[in-house]
Each structure stands twice: as structure tokens, then as C-alpha cells.
T-cell receptor, first 110, second 115 residues
Framework: GQSLEQPSEVTAVEGAIVQINCTYQ??????LSWYQQHDGGAPTFLSY????GLEETGRFSSFLSRSDSYGYLLLQELQMKDSASYFC???????????FGKGTRLSVIA | GAVVSQHPSWVICKSGTSVKIECRSL??????MFWYRQFPKQSLMLMAT?????????EQGVEKDKFLINHASLTLSTLTVTSAHPEDSSFYIC???????????FGSGTQLSVL
């Protein structure tokens, strides 16, 4: 089977940095994606890592270590609007559906 | 980025009726679309993979006769919940892959409430 583990909830202060970890055990690995979902809304794509290392996109960065089956999403300069659920997802192969983690609910407080 | 349109946004229906949800890729062609179901504060559960011009591939435990999927064109996939019951009440979301399955574009979702 496929499994992805990420913390269920994280709370951080506005302006701070937060890291959301994701470990995975899957039958194959093509890449790790991150999605953001606000309450009542649809998920939106944030980032994708196919190779080891750090990918930076503005305030958000994503890291992957394939040897450790581990990745994380790093959010800097947190803003209240960053309060949302964040899902990691694994592409097991190039033509199969993504497998999603259970999501991490991030609460940004003043 | 690519846009996926999903309608309706929410629907309330009586038990026993059927509900059709449409998912359209507005500015790209999607040979493959995915349908998910999501309960409050839970993850996305893949229901089926919709392939243009062929039968959908359903995940284990999903009743294909209850959740009818049609992908008649490269820009439209529909999900019909037949003979809906209160336990079918959920948030249904479609998605399409713009070029590869790693980057999905999601519709806005449909909140279905069956009375």
C-alpha cells in the first residue's frame, strides 16, 4: 500500500517560519507535490520536487530527500492568509493518480 | 495557470434523486481527469480516473453504478451521483493534469447535501 505521514496540525506566529514535514512509503516514486487548501475551497498547487534538494518559490520552499523518503514545505514570513490545510502528494509513476497525505492544518496566530 | 471549472458549487437534493456535476478544462485539453471526495477536515479520497473516450477507472470500494463518470470530450468530464442518499453528502472535487499528473489543477468543488 501507499502511505504518507504528515502532522495533523501546526500553529505558528505571524511573521515566523514554519516547516511541514512529509514522509512517504510508496511502491514507486516519481515526485513529491504540495497543495494548499483553504476551508471550503479547492486545493491549489504549490510546488513539486522530483530531484533531491530545495526548490524556492517566493515565501514558500520545498525540499526533498529521496534516500530518506522525506520532504518538507517551508513557509517563511507567515501571514494570516497562510492559515489553511497543506497536503503532500506523491506521484508513484508518471501516469498514475497522485496519492495524497491526510493534510496538515496550519493556524497562523497574531 | 490552467483553469478548471466545476459546476454546480453546491447542491441540495432529496434522497433518491440523481445529481450531475460537470468539470471543464477551460484553456487546455485534459485527456485525464480525476474525481475526488472529501469529508470535512479530511484528505482527498480518489474516487476514479476519467479518461477521454474510454471507461473510467474506479478505485476499490467505489460503486461504478452509483457514481457514473462520462468523459465525452477533451474538456469535459461529468460525475453523476445516482439515487443519492444522505451518506453521499460530501465535497466532490475534480482535477485535471495540464501536462503531467504531478501538477494538478482543481475545480472549485461541489458541496452535495442529500436530505
Amino acid at each position: 500500500g501507499q502511505s504518507l505521514e504528515q502532522p495533523s496540525e501546526v500553529t505558528a506566529v505571524e511573521g515566523a517560519i514554519v516547516q511541514i514535514n512529509c514522509t512517504y512509503q510508496t511502491s514507486g516514486f516519481y515526485g513529491l507535490s504540495w497543495y494548499q487548501q483553504h476551508d471550503g475551497g479547492a486545493p491549489t498547487f504549490l510546488s513539486y520536487n522530483a530531484l533531491d534538494g530545495l526548490e524556492e518559490t517566493g515565501r514558500f520552499s520545498s525540499f526533498l530527500s529521496r534516500s530518506d523518503s522525506y520532504g518538507y514545505l517551508l513557509l517563511q514570513e507567515l501571514q494570516m492568509k497562510d492559515s489553511a490545510s497543506y497536503f503532500c502528494a506523491v506521484a508513484v509513476s508518471g501516469n498514475t493518480p497522485l496519492v495524497f497525505g491526510k493534510g496538515t492544518r496550519l493556524s497562523v496566530i497574531a | 495557470g490552467a483553469v478548471v471549472s466545476q459546476h454546480p458549487s453546491w447542491v441540495i437534493c432529496k434522497s433518491g434523486t440523481s445529481v450531475k456535476i460537470e468539470c471543464r478544462s477551460l484553456d487546455f485539453q485534459a485527456t485525464t481527469m480525476f474525481w475526488y471526495r472529501q469529508f470535512p477536515k479530511q484528505s482527498l479520497m480518489l474516487m476514479a480516473t476519467s479518461n477521454e473516450g474510454s471507461k473510467a477507472t474506479y478505485e476499490q470500494g467505489v460503486e461504478k453504478d452509483k457514481f457514473l463518470i462520462n468523459h465525452a470530450s477533451l474538456t469535459l468530464s461529468t460525475l453523476t451521483v445516482t439515487s443519492a442518499h444522505p451518506e453521499d453528502s460530501s465535497f466532490y472535487i475534480c482535477s485535471a493534469a495540464g501536462g503531467s499528473n504531478e501538477k494538478l489543477f482543481f475545480g472549485s468543488g461541489t458541496q452535495l447535501s442529500v436530505l
